[in-house]
């Protein structure tokens, strides 16, 4: 049996009504009312699809053993890197084995779909590994376009397996045709789309009917069996006349997602079947779907499992756990649609070392330290020489995994004259639980949310961006657990 083992969605903290883009750009492109409804989800200034990508795959992994995972599959339209495997990035941030197999999927929104296929290929070919399959995706559309009303920012995560499955496999069907209605091309920063009845009408209003209908044939499956159909689609009038010609019953329909995330590219089929699996009982069976470019349609069939499975209520908390962006311009500032003017500390050199980042690369990636095995003194960065007085021992050292035991604050300060794009910039000195010290930044909160010994947990985030050599650093920050632990 080869199927989910764990899964996991990641929504950003931050959340954009999406009235307040209208009341903005509204006098431009009136006709965006139609999809001021709701709220779209939006990736701090720090985060990207890898970040995302990690931060869900952190989530899904927490319980599983890293030793098992033999790859890892990464499905993004927003990858940061054209020429670095950002796969391999997210695997180090997970901190997995680099006797790993690795490998990016792009230039679809179902490649997120077809990532998950590709792990549960490898976990069908070897005998007791796992494979990691996430997409996430951070889309931008136009000032005053409806994709920049429908877009948001998120990522999912599976863990994919044969023991301990949750949701067996139990099929796949595929279309891939050059059906052209959004197009991004390699030097573009904003979606472009086609006439909008084309993308309904000619799209989804017959692909994914196409598909749906091809893997019931395939597997002489009725309809009316299925739990849950869950398909992306962000226009509900679409949606609705889709459900008429398949005949699904209203409580066979997944949400959507659209009212607190909005559509979140090559993730969200993979988010709202991670939605799905919250309340999922044994013997029911899920048929995802994805769209872009053609269709992957996958069958499972939810186990016994599923009910010893923990903390089941991932993607939800993700919902609930959210703060208002009440300005339009922050969210024009961070995401590079509008220049803005962060003073001269902002042209300092940003080179990075790749010599010096290869050495440290499970200190930077993984966040390792390392603990004595003599007297068991931990320390970061990883040392060779013992930092206990007493000790003192030499290359007796063994990795300290520190990035899922949190610590605590022993310093902070605001800073206003640093250069950012998220004024004030907040860091200071945080203790290791277990032992270790280091200067970091502070990250989704405000200042009244510190105090000096308060908790934090630690998130994969970006460090800075080189614009002059169009390269992103990743590093890790500290985020006080008061603002993760209120929305779960």
């Known amino acids: 049996m080869v199927g989910i083992c764990s899964y996991a969605g990641y929504i950003p903290r931050y959340r954009l009504d999406r009235m307040t883009v209208f009341s903005a750009m509204g006098w431009f492109n009136p006709a965006t009312i139609m999809n001021a409804s709701g709220e779209k989800a939006v990736a701090n200034f720090d985060e990207d699809s890898i970040t995302m990508a990690a931060a869900a795959g952190l989530k899904c992994t927490k319980d599983l053993d890293a030793e098992q995972f033999g790859a890892v599959y990464f499905a993004s339209t927003t990858a940061p890197f054209k020429e670095r495997q950002n796969a391999t990035i997210v695997a180090g941030a997970l901190g997995l084995n680099e006797e790993i197999r690795a490998a990016d999927f792009a230039g679809s929104l179902k490649s997120g779909t077809t990532a998950l296929l590709a792990a549960i290929e490898y976990a069908a070919m070897t005998e007791g590994e796992m494979a990691l399959a996430c997409a996430a995706d951070c889309r931008l559309g136009r000032a005053g376009s409806v994709?920049?009303?429908?877009?948001g920012d998120g990522g999912a995560a599976f863990a994919v397996g044969s023991a301990g499955v949750i949701a067996e496999y139990k099929g796949s069907y595929s279309i891939s045709c050059d059906f052209v209605d959004h197009l991004r091309g390699a030097n573009s920063k904003y979606d472009r789309q086609w006439e909008e009845r084309w993308i309904r009408d000619v799209g989804y209003d017959r692909?994914?009917?196409?598909?749906?209908?091809?893997i019931c044939k395939k597997y002489g499956l009725q309809l009316a069996e299925l739990a849950k159909v869950i398909y992306p689609c962000y226009y509900p009038g679409a949606r609705k006349k889709i459900n008429h010609k398949l005949g699904l019953r209203p409580d066979q329909v997944q949400d959507d997602?659209?009212?607190?995330?909005?559509?979140?590219?090559?993730?969200?089929p993979l988010m709202m079947l991670a939605a799905a699996l919250e309340t999922a009982s044994p013997g029911e069976k899920l048929l995802v779907v994805s769209y872009g470019n053609g269709c992957d349609a996958l069958l499972f069939e939810v186990t016994a499992v599923i009910e010893k499975f923990p903390n089941r209520n991932r993607v939800s908390d993700a919902v609930k756990n959210n703060i208002e962006l009440a300005s339009y311009l922050k969210y024009l500032i961070w995401r590079e649609m509008l220049p803005v003017e962060i003073g001269m500390r902002g042209e300092e050199e940003k080179l990075t070392r790749w010599s010096v980042a290869w050495r440290s690369r499970k200190a930077i990636l993984s966040l390792q330290g390392t603990r004595c095995r003599q007297c068991g003194t931990q320390q970061y960065p990883p040392q060779r020489i013992c930092v206990n007085p007493d000790c003192g021992a030499i290359d007796h050292m063994e990795p300290a995994a520190l990035a899922a035991g949190g610590g605590k604050i022993v310093s902070f300060t605001s800073d206003l004259l640093a250069a950012t794009t998220?004024?004030?910039a907040i860091y200071g000195t945080v203790d290791f639980s277990g032992g270790g010290r280091n200067m970091m930044d502070f990250t989704d909160c405000v200042l009244e949310d510190l105090k000096v010994g308060g908790p934090v947990s630690f998130t994969f985030r970006i460090k800075y961006i080189d614009p002059?050599?169009?390269?992103t650093f990743y590093f890790w920050k500290?985020?006080?657990v008061k603002e993760v632990t209120e929305g779960g």
């Open 422 to 424: 998220n004024p004030p």
């Open 207 to 214: 692909l994914i009917p196409q598909v749906i209908g091809g």
């Open 468 to 471: 002059r050599r169009d390269t």
């Open 147 to 151: 994709q920049e009303m429908v877009f």
């Open 478 to 480: 500290a985020v006080p």
């Open 257 to 268: 997602l659209m009212m607190d995330a909005g559509d979140t590219g090559s993730a969200h």
